[in-house]
């Protein structure tokens, strides 16, 4: 059967609800769910007992990971049976923090020594990665992107003299078997913003994302290809606003632009992007999609964007801030509630809670959401399979890819102008693979699961 595209229609909002204990927050820092320690961790933005401290919320209440931290760190992640947590020269507990600390469940240790600020850690496919201004750890040559081996860090990207003084590399995906960076890097000779790591060096992707004020914060592979946010004006010549996906070959617009306000481009972005289930989130100072109103955070499924009750949040307020930190806890989402001034001070309203299985207030027609591209339906079966597969399409196919859960490449083929085929993937191992069919001026995807 026919697996058919859907309009969610419009719904009664329902309440956010405060998470209690979250009113002592002062600051926005990383916020999400760790599976290790089976709790939400907030770095470093909450009081407790009279100290900053790093919480964790269990599902009812907020709890003090440490005793109290100075500063704000950056960046954690799950690694062994703990977190890996990152940032400058903190305090923990009243001990000194190398840029670096990993906890496990009980107490911290500094396992490491970065000689800079670690800005972000990462997990792929087993191997823990950071990415910083530091040049050496523990007292070995790793510029700026290094990955854990064994017990030993390896820098993989070779010193380049424009980065010595700028550059920050703010993420890393692993995609079509390549490693790929974001952050804010563009000095004369290097790409743009956004690059792949080959032997060592920055190549360039693609014809790059332009601009002055471009800066990508986070990376995220979905659906069987790679997103990329932040700050990337379309007005810049970039072919769309804030969020794009790239291909392996070309990039492409997610639809509508992010405005902050009807019509204007002015201080737009997405601060955060991330991958949760079937679908992506992203925050940041957006109020309208072309000219629909969506409050400061929206949730894409590949086809479309649907907004998330924010309305009632900037109600009564006399200006209103972009939306700056989520995560989530299983299946609620988790929001630093938008901040505002009022009467000239900035109020936090602390972290409130919103059931992502709820209905979303509103979603737009997925038809409309791709730059030159629109959805046709096709026919895969049967599903689950053994390997041998019939695709049926309403149009003729040209090509046809797929991926793997990891989004990796595992198998491509040019059509000629087919509609119905069968596909032979009894090859692949036992798993979940996204199938991509592209024709002229259309696309269509479905999941398949091989047994």
Request: hydrophobic fraction near 40%.
């Amino acid at each position: 059967m026919f697996l058919m595209l859907s309009v969610h229609s419009s719904a009664q909002p329902e309440e956010w609800t405060p998470v209690a204990g979250s009113d002592s927050i002062v600051a926005y820092r990383e916020m999400d769910y760790s599976e290790n320690l089976g709790m939400t961790v907030y770095l470093s933005g909450m009081f407790m007992n009279g100290h900053k401290v790093i919480a964790g919320y269990n599902g009812t209440n907020w709890e003090a990971i440490t005793d109290s931290i100075s500063g704000f760190p950056r960046t954690f992640s799950d690694w062994g049976d703990g977190i890996v947590l990152g940032g400058g020269q903190h305090f923990i507990n009243g001990m000194q923090m190398p840029n670096a600390a990993y906890y496990n469940g009980q107490e911290w240790a500094f396992p490491w020594e970065f000689n800079d600020s670690v800005r972000k850690f990462r997990v792929i496919n087993d191997t823990l990665f950071a990415l910083g201004l530091f040049t050496q750890i523990d007292g070995q040559d790793a510029f700026r992107i290094a990955k854990l081996v064994g017990d030993q860090w390896v820098g993989i990207l070779e010193p380049h003299p424009e980065l010595e003084n700028s550059g920050i590399f703010m993420d890393i995906a692993f995609y079509q078997s390549e490693y790929y960076v974001s952050g804010n890097f563009n000095p004369d000779g290097l790409p743009w913003d956004f690059a792949k790591i080959v032997e060592g060096e920055l190549e360039q992707v693609g014809e790059g994302v332009f601009g002055a004020w471009t800066g990508i914060g986070s990376l995220e592979v979905f659906q069987g290809d790679l997103y990329l946010a932040g700050s990337i004006p379309i007005e810049e010549g970039n072919i769309g606003s804030h969020i794009l996906r790239w291909d392996g070959e070309n990039y492409h617009s997610l639809g509508p632009v992010f405005y902050d306000e009807f019509g204007g481009f002015s201080g737009t972005g997405v601060n955060e992007m991330k991958k949760h289930e079937d679908y992506i989130y992203c925050s940041g100072n957006f109020f309208f999609f072309d000219e629909t109103p969506v409050y400061g955070i929206a949730r894409w499924d590949g086809n479309q964007w649907c907004e998330m009750f924010t309305q009632e949040f900037i109600q009564d307020t006399e200006f209103y801030q972009s939306v700056r930190g989520f995560g989530f806890y299983l299946d609620t989402l988790l929001l630093l509630k938008v901040y505002f001034y009022n009467e000239a001070e900035l109020d936090f309203d602390g972290v409130w809670a919103y059931d992502i299985n709820q209905e979303p207030n509103f979603c737009l027609d997925p038809l409309s959401v791709f730059d030159q591209n629109s959805f046709t339906e096709f026919l895969l079966y049967p599903n689950p399979s053994t390997g041998i597969l019939t695709l049926e399409s309403e149009k003729p196919i040209q090509r046809l890819t797929i991926f793997d859960a990891l989004g990796k490449l595992v198998y491509q083929e040019n059509i000629q102008h087919q509609s119905q085929l069968q596909i032979d993937l009894s090859f692949l191992p036992k798993g979940l693979y996204l199938v991509k069919i592209e024709g002229e001026g259309f696309v269509g995807s479905r999941k398949v699961v091989l047994e």
